[in-house]
Each structure stands twice: as structure tokens, then as C-alpha cells.
């Protein structure tokens, strides 16, 4: 299953002198932007991840919080489908750093390439929010 909406940059693979090197994506999100708003269920595809990574930390800072308090869960998929590994259930509804959750799940080293996915787990459409999702990792 494909993301909803894909904002990846091209990103190539960490090569054998990168390993042990961390590093951080980040990227700004403003769902008040037609394009990038998400309704129920819908993913948005933000980076690639390449294999042989892993992912020591992922958090989503609101910047401008969404009036319909939508939830979302960021993870990272081979496919674009939702997943909630790295945070689960956080709320767009208040400002602030949003990490972790039931599900969340630290420490993951990436088999294969995958995709650093943002799902909204609510009913209502994310279209008010301003995010920055931040992660970081260290080649293996």
C-alpha cells in the first residue's frame, strides 16, 4: 500500500564509512497546505530509511496545534502503511514534543529500506497543524 501523501526527499544509502555516524532528519509539515492534509487512516510517506540503520530516537514537536485534536502515530513501513513503532497516539491537539507511546519501540535496526510513515488515527482530517518530525540514527 502506497502513502496518501509522499514528501520524501532522494536520500541514498549510508555507505560502509558512515557506520557508527548518527544523524538527523527533520522536516517541517504544515497541514494547512491542501496537499499534505490527511483524513482518517491516510499516511504520509516523510523519509527513506536505508537498511542497516537504526533508529535511536523520534518525536514530533506541534508547532501550531490542530483545533480538531487529531491523533497520529509515526513508524516506519516498507510499503507506506501505517505503523506506530516509533510514536504511538499522539496528540496534534497541543503544543509541544510528542514521543513514545504503547507501541513505540526504540533501538530498531532497519533489515531493508523502509519509510519513515505519519498516520492520522482520528476521524477528523489533520488541515490546522504545524509539525516538525525529527529522528535520529547511526548507521550499523
Keep these: 500500500m502506497a502513502a496518501t501523501v509522499d514528501i520524501r526527499p ?35 510517506a516523510i523519509f527513506d530509511i536505508p ?16 483545533t480538531d485534536v487529531t491523533d497520529v502515530n509515526l513508524g516506519i513501513s516498507t510499503d507506506g502503511s501505517t505503523d506506530d513503532t516509533l510514536v504511538d497516539g499522539a496528540t496534534l491537539g ?8 504503547t507501541n513505540a519501540v526504540l533501538g530498531q535496526v ?15 482530517t489533520i488541515n490546522g497543524a504545524k509539525i516538525e518530525v525529527i529522528v535520529v540514527c547511526r548507521a550499523v
Excluded: C, H, P
Aim: glycine fraction near 6%; hydrophobic fraction near 45%.
Design 110 to 124: 532497519t533489515a531493508a529500506s523502509n519509510q519513515l510513515v505519519l498516520t492520522n488515527i482520528d476521524a477528523d
Design 94 to 101: 497541543t503544543t509541544g514534543y510528542k514521543l513514545g507511546g
Design 10 to 44: 532522494t536520500i541514498t544509502a549510508a555507505s560502509f564509512l558512515d557506520v557508527g555516524k548518527a544523524y538527523k532528519l527533520e522536516k517541517e509539515i504544515d497541514f494547512a497546505t491542501a496537499s499534505n492534509q490527511l483524513a482518517q487512516n491516510e499516511t504520509m
Design 51 to 66: 537498511a542497516d540503520v537504526i533508529i535511536e530516537r523520534a518525536m514530533i514537536k506541534v508547532l501550531t496545534a490542530d
